[in-house]
């Protein structure tokens, strides 16, 4: 039976593969068992079809307004309407048999092609071999060889080899190899060689190009990816993901780690990374004493939004610091802390590196502090936002920022020793004004 099924799938490509320099005639339905029987007799490839009904499988010039076929359909000619088959849909594939070498030249110079306008359903593959304007859905994979205009619905994968305007939704994975405009969405992959413009939601999302809404080629249109893993050339749009990857990025990251490299100079702003580690701009450790800590260690990871600005007068980043605090007197409550923090920095800016620059930064910061040495299994949140003000050393010492800085704290579940310094209560919480003093290396 399995090879009976094989045989009548594929018995149009056997049997009926004839010169295509032959008129075409039309028929308004066609009625069979498979290619040979059937009411348009041994040569079915001669006829357009403006009605197809076969019990396994369907072979026509082309079908105009609907097909339906037990196995597979095939038709070597654009074609349009509804195409439905249990296994398979063909549109075009041996178009070129029976042709000498020149005549299929002439054929592409021409600019013959097999188009679908319409709509595929099957079991397992839908297949056009140029252009598809409407719709490919199948448990398998939609294949379109050259654009797509419309959705593939596919339980396994889409293929455009051209580019796409619309959808691509399937469980594995999305291709459109010259753009992408419109969404992609699956479980595991999405992919463009081109330009992306809607969006990317999978596990791993890459397009070539994410085009910018500012700067000296706007796009009106622009792209966000939201996956896991998520990667693109020129980033201008959004990527959300756990691992964000992009070359010279003046669009919005954010996820754990974000890695980009600075456009170069523009007369435009780029847009802000956030997230716990950023990699492509500056990297700058901090040391610091605060009111709540004896040491704190941070990380600060920063992200020019102006720094290629030739007319700029201060260069500001966006920040993000990740940071471990400990006190180290066993008289105080709290043992250790870990936290975030988010910002905004701006340096005072000048064209000689040698002279000095001061800066003035707020924050916002969301961190758990322990009261024991080692890690228990209680969440104790503490809020705050600081204010930051440094200066750089002298020439000599150019990379060492002294600086001091104010905040307001909140605790939601308040302990005793807590500072003093204007302190209140808010529910079962506390409030209180602190200070940091230290050193950032720059």
């Known amino acids: 039976m399995i090879r009976l ?216 249109n622009t792209a966000m990816q939201i996956g896991i893993i998520n990667t693109t050339g020129d980033m201008g749009g959004w990527q959300i993901g756990v691992l964000n990857i992009g070359n010279r990025v003046a669009g919005t990251q954010i996820g754990i780690i974000n890695i980009f490299k600075m456009p170069k100079p523009v007369d435009y702003k780029a847009s802000p990374a956030f997230g716990l580690l950023n990699i492509g701009g500056s990297m700058n450790p901090r040391f610091y004493v605060s009111e709540l800590y004896l040491t704190n260690y941070g990380l600060f990871t920063g992200k020019g939004l102006n720094s290629k600005v030739r007319s700029a007068s201060r260069f500001v980043y966006s920040y993000n610091e990740i940071i471990y605090s400990t006190n180290y007197k066993q008289e105080r409550e709290i043992k250790w802390g870990a936290s975030y923090r988010f910002g905004i920095i701006s340096f005072t800016k000048s064209q000689d590196p040698n002279v000095w620059r001061n800066y003035f930064s707020f924050s916002t910061e969301l961190g758990h502090y322990n009261l024991n040495k080692k890690l228990d299994n209680q969440l104790r949140m503490r809020y705050a936002a600081h204010i930051e003000l440094g200066s750089r050393l002298s020439r000599k010492m150019s990379s060492f920022y002294p600086f001091v800085a104010f905040s307001y704290n909140y605790m939601p579940d308040a302990i005793a020793n807590t500072p003093k310094f204007l302190a209140t209560t808010a529910s079962n919480g506390k409030l209180w004004a602190g200070y940091s003093v230290g050193l950032m290396i720059h």
């Open 5 to 220: 099924s094989i045989i009548l799938l594929f018995s149009w490509q056997i049997i009926f593969a004839q010169n295509k320099t032959v008129a075409y005639k039309k028929s308004t339905i066609q009625l069979g068992l498979f290619p040979g029987i059937s009411t348009n007799g041994l040569n079915p490839g001669e006829y357009e079809n403006l009605f197809s009904f076969n019990l396994f499988t369907g072979y026509g010039y082309s079908t105009r307004y609907f097909e339906l076929n037990g196995l597979s359909g095939f038709n070597t000619a654009s074609s349009s309407g509804i195409h439905i088959s249990g296994i398979a849909n063909f549109i075009g594939g041996n178009e070129m048999v029976g042709l000498t070498e020149k005549e299929k030249r002439k054929q592409i110079r021409n600019g013959y092609e097999t188009n679908l306008t319409g709509f595929q359903l099957a079991g397992v593959l839908n297949y056009t071999g140029a252009n598809t304007e409407g719709a490919q859905i199948t448990v398998g994979v939609n294949n379109t060889q050259k654009y797509l205009i419309g959705a593939q619905i596919g339980g396994l994968f889409n293929y455009v080899g051209s580019f796409t305007m619309g959808t691509q939704l399937s469980l594995i994975g999305n291709y459109s190899k010259k753009s992408m405009s419109g969404v992609q969405l699956s479980l595991l992959l999405n992919t463009t060689q081109g330009s992306a413009t809607g969006m990317q939601i999978g596990a791993y999302n890459h397009a070539g190009v994410i085009n910018p809404t500012k700067g000296p080629n706007p796009s009106t």
